[in-house]
T-cell receptor, first 115, second 113 residues
Framework: DAGVIQSPRHEVTEMGQEVTLRCKPI?????LFWYRQTMMRGLELLIY????????DSGMPEDRFSAKMPNASFSTLKIQPSEPRDSAVYFC?????????????FGPGTRLTVL | AQTVTQSQPEMSVQEAETVTLSCTYD???????LFWYKQPPSRQMILVIR??????QNATENRFSVNFQKAAKSFSLKISDSQLGDTAMYFC??????????FGQGTRLTINP
């Protein structure tokens, strides 16, 4: 099993540029989560999807952030325009059946640096 | 859990010793789940152990066990016979609502040879 796949693993960009992070969940999982990890705020849930439908996006910090899940095997998190304070590690996670307590499997993360 | 608090930013023990990491939480829900995740230097998040609130028996996974005190809203992790590979950040987390994981600030654990 390949696990959750994220790309790129590292991204360095300049302020004002558009950044797109990608995630492929584990096959068969129907829930997908985007988290952000920073030193100041720790791990925060940004948004999650069930069956490709966004359920809760209350953690998305600003309108500059958007996420899509066009099908069960792919999701994107886009930041436009990017700012230095967006620098963080972004994790994607997936789980099956969408039931509370089901283990969320995390990808390796994307380390984003905005200069 | 709506809030999760880990009061120990860092801990350090010798290999083979037992170490306990503390976690407290606050929630208004009747049933919920609590978790401990491990994040080694590779930064991969790995589930260590899970506890369902209505189960009175403390969860155990090999060298890892929890002390779940529901009335006190306490959920500590005990690592027995610690190994060098246990060196990592450890995060306590709770489920808010149906699926939202709320994490504590983390405890950096170092196992010394």
């Amino acid at each position: 099993d390949a696990g959750v796949i994220q790309s790129p693993r590292h991204e360095v960009t300049e302020m004002g540029q558009e950044v797109t992070l990608r995630c492929k969940p584990i096959s068969g999982h129907n829930s997908l989560f985007w988290y952000r990890q920073t030193m100041m705020r720790g791990l925060e849930l940004l948004i999650y999807f069930n069956n490709n439908v966004p359920i809760d996006d209350s953690g998305m910090p600003e309108d500059r952030f958007s996420a899509k899940m066009p099908n069960a095997s792919f999701s994107t998190l886009k930041i436009q325009p990017s700012e230095p304070r967006d620098s963080a590690v972004y994790f994607c996670a997936s789980s099956s059946q969408g039931l509370a307590g089901n283990e969320q499997f995390f990808g390796p993360g994307t380390r984003l640096t905005v200069l | 859990a709506q809030t999760v608090t880990q009061s120990q930013p860092e801990m350090s023990v010798q290999e083979a010793e037992t170490v306990t990491l503390s976690c407290t939480y606050d929630t208004s829900e009747n049933n919920y789940y609590l978790f401990w995740y491990k994040q080694p230097p590779s930064r991969q998040m790995i589930l260590v152990i899970r506890q369902e609130a209505y189960k009175q028996q403390n969860a155990t996974e090999n060298r890892f066990s929890v002390n779940f005190q529901k009335a006190a809203k306490s959920f500590s992790l005990k690592i027995s016979d610690s190994q060098l590979g246990d060196t990592a950040m450890y995060f306590c987390a709770g489920i808010q609502g149906a699926q939202k994981l709320v994490f504590g600030q983390g405890t950096r654990l170092t196992i010394n040879p």
